[in-house]
């Protein structure tokens, strides 16, 4: 369902923010807006449900004090400082996947750099048919699409430069220094604090699409989670010590992801592979990867221009994964 802020509710939401510093009276918004003001009393009951403090004084008429940390695009698109990421914003207040959105909308013909948000998801996806805890009010549930002019076995750069990006937004919002775990988790003190997802629509030899899933654990109460993910998951909140602003969070997301990608078009993936090295620091560690079943125990040797694990198991055989779970041997 979407936030139904769209139309009558944002447009009043939009003529008191042009009036910050004072009253605007029912009268003149029902004359700007062609209602009556009884329905706009509604709205602003209805707003004021959704977290918006509205100060209402007889006579003088409403004043907006506080506006809640909503994703919904009225909030969010003021504040965006991308060129093309994020200039179109779905937004569902509850929905299944937003990956399975945005992929709906990429075979409907939507655009490159088109956004889908999501306050709470009740099957979001995680890597290898996992689930991905998705609470509303707390975390960010969002997924872009890509049209990338590449050939399809480079797609798993795109993975890549999605988790640069995201370990780059994080390390810039909070001053903290997130490390990559291959292939695509990014990590805070050893914990995951993001996920990715990333789902390709592809013939032979094109790409049509690549739905970039992205999950970041911001305000998550450890409360609100069981303890199996207690012991593996962060959140920004808890690493930062104080409540993230969700919509500055994702401001900083799309700018380096829009930074990131246009790295990657121009320049190709050796800048992508070499940020993701940094921030990774796998190579000579000692590992176990899980992949179909099978657990391989060997030392990291790099990740190859595909985006595939190189490990030497202990037998000395050299290894190529290209999908699986790692952990860092203790
Ligand atoms: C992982 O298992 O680490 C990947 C998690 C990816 C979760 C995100 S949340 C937004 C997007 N929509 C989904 O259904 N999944 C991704």
Redesign the pocket.
């Known amino acids: 369902m979407v936030v139904r802020t769209i139309g009558m509710d944002e447009a009043i939401l939009q003529l008191l923010r042009e009036r910050s510093s004072g009253f605007l009276s029912g009268e003149e918004i029902s004359r700007r807006l062609k209602v009556t003001r009884t329905a706009i009393w509604k709205r602003v009951e209805r707003l004021r449900s959704l977290g918006y403090e509205i100060k209402a004084i007889p006579r003088a008429g409403y004043r907006l004090i506080r506006s809640p940390d909503l994703l919904i695009p009225s909030e969010v698109n003021p504040l965006l400082e991308t060129k093309w990421i994020g200039k179109t914003i779905h937004f569902f207040e509850t929905i ?5 959105k ?1 992929y709906e909308l990429a075979l409907r013909g939507a655009r490159e750099g088109e956004v ?1 948000i ?1 306050e709470s ?1 009740k ?6 048919g ?1 689930q ?1 805890f ?1 609470p509303p009010f707390s ?5 872009v699409i890509l049209r990338p002019k590449i050939p399809p076995h480079q797609a798993s750069l795109i993975t890549l430069m999605a988790a640069v990006a995201t370990a780059e937004a994080i390390g810039k919002f909070s001053g903290l220094a997130p490390r990559i775990k291959w292939p ?2 990014v990590l805070l003190n050893d914990r ?1 604090v ?4 990333n789902e390709i629509h592809s013939e032979a030899d094109r790409i049509h699409f690549v ?1 970039l ?4 654990n911001l305000n998550m109460d450890e409360s609100m989670v069981s303890k199996e993910i207690r012991s593996r998951a962060t959140s920004l909140k808890k690493e930062m010590g104080q409540t993230i602003s969700r919509k500055d969070f994702l401001r900083t997301l799309l700018g380096e992801l829009e930074t990131w990608y246009e790295a990657f078009s121009d320049e190709g993936g050796t800048i992508i592979l070499k940020a993701w090295r940094d921030r990774a620091q796998i190579q000579g560690k000692q590992v176990n990867v899980t992949s179909f079943g099978e657990t391989l125990r060997g030392v990291a040797i790099d990740v190859d221009s595909d985006g595939a694990l190189i490990l030497e198991t202990e037998g000395g055989e050299k290894k190529r994964v290209v999908a699986g779970d790692v952990e860092y041997a203790k």
């Open positions: 299944d996947s937003t990956n399975a945005a889908v999501a998801q099957k979001g996806k995680g890597r290898l996992r991905w998705s975390n960010l549930y969002l997924s695509n988790d995951k993001a996920g990715l997802l739905i899933g992205i999950g970041v």
